[in-house]
């Protein structure tokens, strides 16, 4: 691991590889934030009213993606567990398209497989100080 200290407007920081920050966020169960942003969501009109089926179709690729970097799973091997092409999670996660319930629900399946199988994040000993 590398990682470097730094002192920043007073307060003290840490500098990690790429690579170590995304294992630690899958470790802490996490999502890992990268370049790659979510859809945005629809800006409100000057009545401070949403287009509802935009706002679903993104909020719905936004809990996917959330989800899915979570757990450290790729679109491909999301793809893989759910039982769909790769090109169907890709159009969903852009927020564009609307996913039927039958393709949410093979995807929140595979996304609750996955969490199953997920070991649960170490917690860290306590020390036994003025004992």
């Known amino acids: 691991m590398s990682a470097i200290g730094k002192q920043v407007a007073g307060k003290r920081l840490v500098i990690l590889e790429q690579s170590e920050y995304e294992r630690l966020c899958r470790l802490a169960g996490e999502a890992v934030v990268d370049s790659d942003d979510p859809p945005a969501l629809p800006t409100p009109d000057e009545n ?11 909020s719905i690729a936004r809990d996917i993606i959330r989800e899915r970097k979570a757990l450290g799973l790729s679109q491909e091997s999301l793809a893989s567990l759910a039982g769909m092409r790769v090109e169907t999670i890709a159009r969903i996660e852009s927020g564009k398209h609307s996913p039927s319930i039958r393709t949410i629900d093979k995807i929140d399946r595979a996304l609750k497989q996955t969490t199953k199988k997920r070991p649960a994040p170490r917690q860290p000993k306590r020390s036994k100080k003025g004992k």
């Open 48 to 58: 401070g009213r949403v287009p509802a089926i935009e706002f679903t179709r993104v």
